[in-house]
């Protein structure tokens, strides 16, 4: 089976840009979260969505945004780039949002210049 | 509100010597606790968890965990490193909410296994 997986691997983006990230769920997992892993932190928790619904938000600004697709994909997009934007953007997917269990995706390596 | 402490950022081992990985959690409410690993430009990979069950826990590769509740405290070992478990270990736990279970990381203790 195939796991999490995200798109871009890898992106450079100048400040005031804006970057749209991807991720597809496991199979028959419904619910997705979006972490954010700035160099030598663990990661933060951003959002998590169920069924195409928020249903928990990190302490992040309003520049950062996501939604869930009918099919579970997810897109995490970021407006108005800052250099602090720069880490890596982890996408993790579970069966639904009681499940104890997450699987990780590769994540995405965001570089704000 | 929860949080995790990592108590050491680095861990410097010898190949086949016992791995000690400390962590500390303050949560208001009955926690679920996790241990992942992350290798060099891969992602993160669940290695056991602790979700009020027995409070010895056996994960993958060798490693399990001890939760103790008087000590809030929940540390993973492994009786002989091997060069693979070079890698950043995270500790985590996760409250249950009406809007699910958000995972909360600690800092990560990266792991350096000499030969």
């Known amino acids: 089976d195939a796991g999490v997986t995200q798109s871009p691997t890898h992106l450079i983006k100048t400040r005031g840009q804006h970057v749209t990230l991807r991720c597809s769920p496991i199979s028959g997992h419904k619910s997705v979260s979006w972490y954010q892993q700035v160099l030598g932190q663990g990661p933060q928790f951003i959002f998590q969505y169920y069924e195409k619904e928020e249903r928990g938000r990190g302490n992040f600004p309003d520049r950062f945004s996501a939604r869930q697709f009918p099919n579970y994909s997810s897109e995490l997009n970021v407006n108005a780039l800052l250099l602090g934007d720069s880490a890596l953007y982890l996408c993790?997917?579970?069966?639904?949002?009681?499940?104890?269990?997450?699987?990780f995706g590769p994540g995405t390596r965001l570089t704000v210049t | 509100a929860q949080s995790v402490t990592q108590l050491d950022s680095h861990v410097s081992v010898s190949e086949g010597t016992p791995v000690l990985l400390r962590c500390n959690y303050s949560s208001s409410y009955s926690p679920s606790l996790f241990w992942y690993v992350q290798h060099p430009n891969k992602g993160l990979q669940l290695l056991l968890k602790y979700t009020s069950a027995a409070t010895l826990v056996k994960g993958i590769n060798g490693f399990e965990a001890e939760f103790k509740k008087s000590e809030t405290s929940f540390h993973l070992t492994k009786p002989s490193a091997h060069m693979s478990d070079a890698a950043e270990y995270f500790c985590v736990v996760s409250v249950s909410s009406a809007a699910g279970n958000k995972l909360t990381f600690g800092g990560g203790t990266r792991v350096l296994v000499k030969p």
């Open positions: 993790a997917s579970k069966t639904g949002p009681s499940s104890y269990e997450q699987y």
